[in-house]
């Protein structure tokens, strides 16, 4: 059970946005062979496409959190001596985390009026909620990241202290 909480906390976006692309994928082919080799193409496949697309790109969100991929302005940081470069980063990521929180509040907000409203899809007839919950979704994975990141570089920096007091600090984390 450890095992398979170790693989879904290190790789659920992975799983999840290979499947949404592989299926993004296997529908935009079908349209494109739809209408260039039957010439008829699929009225729903363009609509679905997007909307996995926008699942895509929230989920990216959290992936980008997770390896600490996202762009970002190091000018400022890099100036800084080293034990203030990983606060400023903790800082950083704390501003992330609080800006995260509020887009999961208000894109709740968002998506229960949406529900309320019964609005759907005009090609597919999907319920339009189910698209607009992809923001709170995602933001939430990138949510659990953030933490995890925070976690991580306060050890990271604990550590550093640590060793700086005992001698046995090797310089930058």
């Known amino acids: 059970m450890k095992k398979l909480i170790k693989i879904l906390n290190d790789h659920i976006e992975e799983y999840l946005m290979a499947t949404l692309l592989a299926s993004m994928s296997i529908i935009i082919f079908a349209q494109v062979i739809g209408r260039y080799v039957f010439n008829n193409s699929l009225s729903w496949s363009e609509e679905a496409a997007r909307y996995i697309f926008i699942w895509l790109v929230y989920l990216a969100i ?15 940081v890099i100036i800084l001596p080293k034990k203030t470069q990983k606060a400023a980063r903790i800082f950083a990521d704390i501003l992330f985390l609080i800006f995260a929180i509020a887009v999961i509040y208000y894109g709740l907000k968002v998506t229960n009026k949406i529900m309320n409203s019964l609005q759907r899809s005009p090609a597919i007839g999907m319920p339009m909620y189910f698209v607009y919950f992809a ?33 046995t600090s090797t310089g930058s984390v």
């Not at 949510?143 to 550093?160: C, D, E, M, W």
Request: charged fraction near 20%; proline fraction near 2%; glycine fraction near 10%.
């Open 62 to 76: 959290s992936y980008g959190v997770l390896k600490d991929a996202h762009i970002r302005v190091d000018a400022v």
């Open 135 to 167: 923001i709170p979704f995602g933001f939430i994975l990138t949510t659990v990241r953030l933490v995890q990141a925070i976690i991580k570089r306060f050890k990271s920096a604990s550590g550093a202290i640590e060793g700086a007091v005992d001698g």
